[in-house]
């Protein structure tokens, strides 16, 4: 069950395709949609992402995308915190959405024609900025700027936040590698990092419900 209404973050659906070994898109079945708000929290549809490529992480970790739109929501660090809070035990990695930021850059790609590559690394930049400012909303949480940084053999259950510019950085090659094109949204590049951190979940907190009949 999801929430909806005033001051609350409902979830939606991943689009674009998903980095994979076969290059494939990522499957509905993988998503786990949840929900915050101020009064209630809820968190729904809980189901292991069966996208994994790299064994031996060593413990469950759960990826979270946090819809950019949502930094316009007054309370959301109160109501981000409390939904975590309210999660299994699991170390939280916290993909944030590149939101208005985005937009604009979309916007001026439109009129300039800057070019795929230029325009899409302006929107992981806008991706960085917005996971900075998260940053300093939630102090206890801590930056993740590599995959090979998750440890193997730790119970650590805290919250990570991915800064999306220094992991594609590291990851803008070989196998499994992103496009850069506007193809690449930041939920799909959110269950790509599910898929290479061997995540159990991946959940998606969205301004908006799920089209009818998601699963």
Request: glycine letters at 12%; hydrophobic letters at 35%; charged letters at 20%.
């Amino acid at each position: 069950k999801t929430a909806s209404g005033d001051g609350c973050i409902g979830a939606g659906g991943v689009s674009g395709p998903v980095g994979s070994s076969s290059g494939g898109t990522g499957s509905r079945d993988s998503v786990a949609y949840g929900a915050v708000g101020p009064s209630s929290v809820s968190c729904g549809c809980r189901t292991r992402v069966g996208l994994n490529r790299h064994e031996g992480r060593g413990r469950p970790v759960r990826v979270i995308k946090l819809g950019g739109s949502l930094l316009d929501m007054p309370e959301l660090a109160e109501s981000l915190s409390r939904w975590i809070q309210q999660q299994p035990p699991m170390l939280s990695l916290l993909v944030v959405g590149g939101g208005a930021s985005a937009e604009m850059i979309r916007r001026i790609d439109r009129t300039h024609a800057l070019g795929e590559s230029a325009a899409h690394w302006l929107a992981i930049r806008a991706m960085q900025f917005n996971a900075k400012v998260i940053e300093a909303l939630l102090p206890e949480t801590s930056r993740l700027e590599s995959l090979q940084e998750l440890p193997s053999d730790s119970h650590d259950s805290g919250v990570k936040i991915v800064d999306p510019w220094e992991v594609l950085q590291q990851e803008s090659s070989g196998e499994g590698a992103l496009p850069e094109s506007w193809d690449v949204t930041s939920d799909s590049l959110a269950a790509w990092i599910a898929t290479r951190a061997n995540a159990s979940e991946l959940v998606l907190l969205k301004s908006t419900l799920p089209p009818v009949g998601a699963t």
